[in-house]
């Protein structure tokens, strides 16, 4: 049954890669939709990676760059996930039963409850019944993953979840606009003050020691934009599956997803 619905997900981050992963993991082909330039930190366990690397293998699941709507249904056909560039949803030859903002932009940018006979939305900016048909809760904590059929998520609060006692800390924005260019890698260990890189030649420096979680890709960035995060746990093998939030949002949408096959048949 599951073979019958394609699912597009708009949005390929370490969030969305969690949903992205459970959906094909159960047999589901699934289509990804991103930016020309993606905004993922967590970019070793992100779908989203494959635009600018091509592939990428994340817990055994292939992820491929693809060109145009007929290579990826044919690849999600295969049980490979497609990854578009395409800021919106294109036409596609078969039908999307399911549509996923997982785009985590802590606003509604564009989804409308008719895109698909079920759109499912991650995060806070959705009310589900209005601009969604169910919302799923990403803030951390007793409700992580909860899939909510009437009314929205909890509010942004601007402030990160806290993870080994580290809160916005471990979570470094760009402080100008310009090119950034790294001199750690994902996986390595640091100390609070080292310098990570540099945007235009200002260095980039951690505020609390731990393992290299996330960092955008080398390029553009604007100020603002969140471009490295660091663990303090430390656990490098940690960063390259996908985390403890993401498989549980994943769950809440496939839950979501599931009741509506149940509910329709």
């Known amino acids: 049954m599951v073979f019958d619905h394609l699912i597009v997900v708009r949005g390929g981050g370490d969030i969305g890669s969690g949903a992205i992963w459970r ?85 509604n940018i564009d989804t409308a409850i008719n895109d698909a006979p079920l759109v499912v939305a991650l995060g806070p900016g959705f009310t589900a019944g209005e601009d969604c048909d169910a919302v ?49 890698a994902i996986g390595d260990l640091v100390q609070a003050g080292d310098r990570l890189g540099a945007i235009d030649g200002t260095s980039v420096e951690a505020a609390i ?18 471009i490295a995060d660091i663990d303090p746990r430390g656990d490098v093998a940690a960063t390259q599956s996908i985390s403890d939030k993401a498989l549980s949002v994943g769950g809440g949408v496939l839950e979501a997803v599931l009741t509506w096959m149940n509910e329709s048949a």
């Open 23 to 107: 959906l094909r993991r159960v047999g589901f082909p699934v289509v990804v939709l991103e930016l020309e330039l993606p905004l993922t930190v967590r970019r070793t366990v992100a779908f989203s990676t494959a635009v600018t690397d091509g592939s990428i293998q994340i817990d055994g699941i292939a992820g491929e760059r693809a060109e145009s709507v007929l290579e990826a249904e044919a690849m999600a056909g295969d049980g490979i996930v497609p990854v578009m560039v395409a800021p919106e949803v294109p036409a596609f030859l078969t039908t999307p039963s399911v549509v996923v903002d997982a785009r985590i932009a802590k606003r």
């Open 209 to 226: 020691g731990g393992v290299v979680r996330g960092l955008i890709a080398d390029g553009p960035v604007t100020v603002g934009v969140k």
């Open 136 to 184: 799923i809760e990403t803030k951390r904590g007793h409700d992580l993953g909860r899939v909510v059929w009437s009314g929205p998520a909890a509010p942004n609060t601007g402030v990160p979840g806290v993870i080994g006692g580290a809160s916005a800390e471990r979570v470094i924005r760009a402080s100008m606009s310009g090119d950034v260019a790294w001199s750690v």
